[in-house]
């Protein structure tokens, strides 16, 4: 007699849905099989999902806009719980711990990513371009060119990374752009760093899946390392009720006769 297995129950990613291009994000998602994808704006709703995503817009913008809703200080603690979390242009100066070129007054930022993001390194808004970018290995692995198109929008490039951040794509600089840098030659413009991914360009406005499925899969393996570590609690607690503390004093006879 066969059994039917049941089938594994979704991924829930949330993508952070208080302004910028979220609904690319979330129609990129859906293309992929055996994930659930929901907008986040409230702190119940990020408390359901497994992992978030917080799309590129104004950074500021988005900021005030979290502050106002009180979701700072519940983002700060999803990340800090080792959820996974990717950032995407404006989400990247989210989860930077340092920024340059900030408005004044600053924005809140989430911290998490060991990198100093200079804010519209890039230029403005007419500055925007599309560049072919080498594919890392994390994802050639899903196949397709060796190649993948980065889509820059007034973007934020990383211009300093500790020394646990995986720089996972460059950015070579024009000679004008060079030069405008005091002779710097790349930036990288797409790290990880643990649960955390942060990306400069904007995947969601291309057709490539590749870097939503690096993100679910990160998602995935978090979950069920997290599922693991929990069954392996339960058992060690169930493992300790079970001990006879009784015993000891046997142990603490033949002791004594051996005296």
Same mark, same amino acid.
């Given at each position: 007699?066969?059994?039917?297995?049941?089938?594994?129950? #979704? *991924?829930?990613?949330? *993508?952070?849905?208080?302004q910028?291009?979220?609904?690319?994000?979330? !129609? &990129?998602?859906?293309?992929?099989?055996?994930? !659930? *994808?929901?907008?986040?704006?409230?702190?119940?709703?990020?408390? /359901? *999902?497994?992992?978030?995503?917080?799309?590129?817009?104004?950074?500021?913008?988005?900021?005030?806009?979290?502050?106002? $809703?009180?979701?700072?200080?519940? &983002?700060?603690?999803?990340?800090k719980? +080792?959820k996974?979390? $990717?950032?995407?242009? !404006?989400?990247?100066?989210?989860?930077?711990?340092?920024?340059?070129?900030?408005?004044?007054?600053?924005?809140?930022?989430?911290? +998490? &990513?060991?990198?100093?993001?200079?804010?519209?390194?890039? +230029?403005?808004?007419?500055?925007?371009?599309e560049? #072919?970018?080498?594919a890392?290995?994390a994802?050639? @692995?899903? /196949?397709g060119?060796?190649?993948?198109?980065?889509v820059?929008?007034?973007?934020?490039?990383?211009?300093?990374?500790?020394?646990?951040?995986?720089?996972?794509?460059?950015?070579? &600089?024009?000679?004008?752009?060079?030069?405008?840098?005091?002779?710097?030659?790349?930036?990288?413009?797409?790290?990880?760093? /643990?649960?955390?991914?942060?990306?400069?360009?904007? #995947?969601?406005?291309?057709?490539?899946l590749? $870097?939503?499925?690096l993100?679910v899969?990160?998602?995935?393996?978090?979950?069920?390392?997290?599922d693991?570590?929990?069954?392996a609690?339960?058992?060690? @607690?169930? @493992?300790?009720?079970?001990?006879?503390?009784?015993?000891?004093?046997?142990?603490?006879?033949?002791?004594?006769?051996?005296?």
């Amino acid at each position: 007699m066969t059994t039917t297995q049941p089938e594994a129950k #979704p *991924v829930r990613i949330g *993508v952070l849905a208080l302004q910028g291009s979220f609904r690319e994000h979330m !129609a &990129l998602l859906a293309q992929i099989p055996g994930v !659930a *994808v929901a907008e986040v704006r409230t702190k119940e709703e990020l408390a /359901g *999902v497994a992992g978030l995503i917080i799309p590129g817009g104004e950074s500021t913008t988005m900021a005030l806009v979290a502050e106002k $809703w009180g979701l700072i200080p519940e &983002l700060q603690g999803f990340a800090k719980a +080792g959820k996974p979390v $990717w950032g995407t242009c !404006a989400g990247m100066i989210f989860l930077a711990e340092r920024a340059e070129g900030m408005k004044k007054g600053g924005q809140a930022l989430l911290g +998490g &990513l060991d990198i100093c993001v200079s804010r519209n390194f890039f +230029g403005a808004q007419i500055n925007s371009f599309e560049a #072919p970018l080498p594919a890392h290995q994390a994802l050639t @692995q899903y /196949g397709g060119d060796d190649k993948f198109r980065a889509v820059f929008i007034r973007a934020p490039a990383v211009v300093e990374a500790g020394p646990q951040v995986e720089v996972l794509a460059e950015y070579q &600089l024009r000679p004008e752009e060079s030069a405008a840098q005091n002779g710097r030659s790349s930036v990288a413009v797409a790290v990880r760093q /643990g649960p955390l991914l942060a990306t400069a360009f904007h #995947p969601e406005l291309t057709k490539d899946l590749r $870097w939503h499925q690096l993100f679910v899969d990160m998602v995935r393996q978090n979950k069920q390392d997290a599922d693991d570590a929990a069954a392996a609690a339960a058992l060690e @607690q169930h @493992q300790v009720k079970g001990t006879r503390p009784a015993d000891l004093p046997v142990y603490g006879q033949a002791f004594l006769s051996r005296q």
